[in-house]
């Protein structure tokens, strides 16, 4: 936050609440001090502090008059997103897209390159931060203007650490500190969660703010689900949640998957199965992009099987369905990019296996992020993170304390 004078009149006062206010603002709705008193149920003089203090910040800013009811029109005042900045980035087996975003989570810019995540943690995080930098410079933001950074990776996160927790498709990645490893080279809060996590997170918040429980799959090299319940990302107890891609899937029982396990959902119905039962009737696909490829250009057999892939995601999301009871089914990931095969595989059995209550208003979509779905999901986490209430205060009272030393 920008130091203020210690004289400041709101040195003070305005530090405790500040925070909770701009919770109202953040829908970037501009509002007169008089609105937000009357919305609030605060006096003016301490909504004006408040708002002084967030002008100070930068995370408010004047948008507008209202209409005047006699002498000078009131000012009107908004959250401003483009007060900081944030970095998403959005790891996966071979590729890696950082994006420099606003506040709102709206990318300004981004870089995405080919990389191997089986380089190992140094190699990749490296690739991470001078992106990041690159970004920045670009910009022409500051590396005091970044929040924080969100990384997204292809495996279990223990999110309160930050670490993959023996990630299948990651040597050498188990146990890292990823949040460490960055914040050696750029001194800000760094946030790391599954790739799906963030995903969920992304389309949520672009494409379904309103929905309070949604169900997000990503069918690409790998197979997972983010669960947003109640408004907010559900991760489990250990961070677990959502590891759909290693459910048994029916009919596949003696399939060996990555994991090592039998019969994992992953093992029949991701990308590389795909390929493989492709190759076994001499249909060539190396690549997700080469499966979605042969379908785009009207191959029968690949959207065939790209079909039974959604039919067997179905026979498994029929069961979340049953046990989360979701508004919405979001798929994404490479494979979703195959136009309707996968999608009507998914909807055919999940709506003939669900119950019709289950099912009545469900939908079943494909994902509208594409691409930026993970990097504005990272974002978004940091976001939520550093822009809570209390944390915001604390932003705001350190400022204040350095303006008066």
């Keep these: 936050m920008r130091p203020q004078p210690a004289s400041s009149p709101y040195a003070a006062t305005s530090v405790s609440g500040a925070g909770e206010l701009l919770q109202l603002l953040r829908d970037e709705r501009p509002r007169t001090r008089a609105e ?15 708002v002084d203090a967030l002008l100070a910040s930068g995370l408010l800013a004047p948008s507008g008059e209202a209409a005047s009811t ?19 980035a959005d790891i996966g087996a071979t590729h890696g897209r950082v994006a420099l975003t606003d506040l709102s989570g709206r990318p300004l810019s981004e870089i995405a390159e080919s990389l191997d995540i089986t380089d190992g943690p140094e190699v990749v ?17 500051e590396p005091r203007e970044l929040i924080g950074i969100g990384i997204g990776v292809p495996g279990p996160v223990e999110h309160s650490s930050g670490r993959p927790m023996r990630p299948p498709i990651m040597p ?14 750029l001194d800000v809060p760094v946030l790391v ?33 983010g669960i947003i319940s109640g408004g907010r990302l559900h991760r489990g107890a250990v961070g677990a949640a959502g590891d759909l891609g290693h459910v048994a899937a029916p009919h596949a029982a003696d399939v060996l998957c990555s994991c090592g396990n039998l019969g994992c959902l992953e093992a029949v119905a991701s990308g590389p199965a795909i390929s493989k039962a492709l190759a076994e009737i001499h249909v060539t696909a190396e690549s997700n992009a080469d499966i979605v490829d042969l379908v785009r250009s009207g191959n029968i057999p690949a959207a065939l099987a790209v079909r039974q892939a959604g039919r067997t995601i179905g026979e498994v999301l029929a069961t979340c369905v049953s046990l989360l009871n979701p508004s919405v089914i979001v798929i994404g990931g490479t494979l979703s990019e195959a136009g309707e095969s996968l999608i009507a595989g998914v909807r055919e059995i999940v709506y003939g ?6 099912t009545g208003a469900l939908q079943i979509v494909p994902a509208t992020t594409g691409t930026q779905a993970g990097v504005i999901g990272a974002a978004t986490m940091v976001i939520q993170h ?19 030393s």
């Design 70 to 88: 006699g002498g000078r029109p009131p000012v009107r005042f908004a959250f401003n997103p483009e007060a900081r900045v944030v970095i998403g």
């Design 172 to 185: 050498g990645w188990d146990g890292y500190d990823v949040p460490g490893h960055v914040r050696r080279h």
């Design 386 to 404: 550093a822009l809570t209430a209390d944390r915001v205060d604390r932003a705001i009272a350190r400022s204040v304390a350095q303006s008066a």
């Design 125 to 141: 995080l490296d690739w991470v931060v001078a992106t990041t930098r690159r970004l920045l410079d670009q910009a022409g933001r």
């Design 36 to 50: 937000l008193a009357k919305l609030t149920g605060l006096a003016r003089s301490t909504v004006g502090a408040r």
């Design 193 to 225: 969660d599954n790739d799906v996590n963030i995903m969920a997170l992304g389309e949520h918040a672009m494409a379904h703010p309103e929905i309070e429980h949604l169900l997000f799959v990503k069918v690409a090299t790998g197979i997972g689900a």
């Design 353 to 358: 296996r669900s119950l019709p209550l289950a």
